[in-house]
């Protein structure tokens, strides 16, 4: 996995939030999927993490994304935990599985995966998270790659286009998105591969 992706550990994450404003507004449910490579260098998805988060003291809730995700705060089923909980939680797991791999740093996976970033460096510096895994800027965008590998850049379409079931009245739940985008990057990784693109040839051979 380091030689493959340069030291960096990808690492699938997806988001549910109570807006567009990861500074004002909640961070509702994080999801993460742990990408791992077997002997030959094909990549599957890993272990999975999930918290329901419990927004933020002051935390603002638009009304239109909470129609959107169908999340109830506050509703007793959710197990909601604090936001430092699942965050360090979070963060252990991936700095567990950097260390396994023997690589530097973790490089978030998403589909519009700045969003995702963007979600995840606010709740860690509200906690005051001094290590966070995650490369500050860097990700590896599904939509993008999705875009020049099969045509498409929603991640329903685009599963739908590489033969990936995707259930509409799942989608929205933070798990099931992580995990389609962790069977949509993996696909498009080894597609790569399958076609002679990694390794790359040595001098002699190029």
Not at 33 to 62: C, H, S, T
Request: contains cysteine; hydrophobic residues 40%; proline residues 6%.
């Amino acid at each position: 996995m380091q030689q493959r992706f340069r030291g960096f550990l990808p690492v699938v994450v997806d988001v549910e939030t109570g807006g567009f404003n990861a500074a004002t507004d909640a961070l509702l449910e994080i999801a993460t999927v742990l990408l791992e490579m077997d002997d030959e260098g094909w990549l599957y998805p890993g272990e999975r993490i999930q918290y329901n988060v419990q927004p933020f003291k002051g935390a603002n809730l638009e009304k239109a994304a909470l129609q959107f995700t169908g999340i109830d705060p506050g509703n007793p089923l959710r197990d909601e935990r604090p936001e430092l909980e699942a965050m360090r939680g979070t963060f252990q797991s991936i700095r567990q599985a950097v260390r396994r791999n023997q690589c530097k740093r973790a490089v978030l996976v998403g589909h519009n995966a700045t969003f995702d970033l963007g979600f995840v460096k606010a709740a860690s510096d509200r906690q005051n998270i001094k290590r966070n895994p995650f490369h500050p800027f860097s990700t590896f965008d599904t939509s993008a790659l999705s875009g020049l590998a099969l045509g498409h850049t929603v991640l329903a379409e685009a599963c739908r286009l590489a033969g990936i079931e995707f259930d509409n009245k799942e989608a929205h739940s933070a798990l099931y998105d992580a995990d389609k985008t962790a069977e949509l990057f993996c696909l498009i990784v080894n597609r790569w591969k399958s076609l002679g693109g990694w390794p790359p040839p040595s001098p002699g051979e190029a």
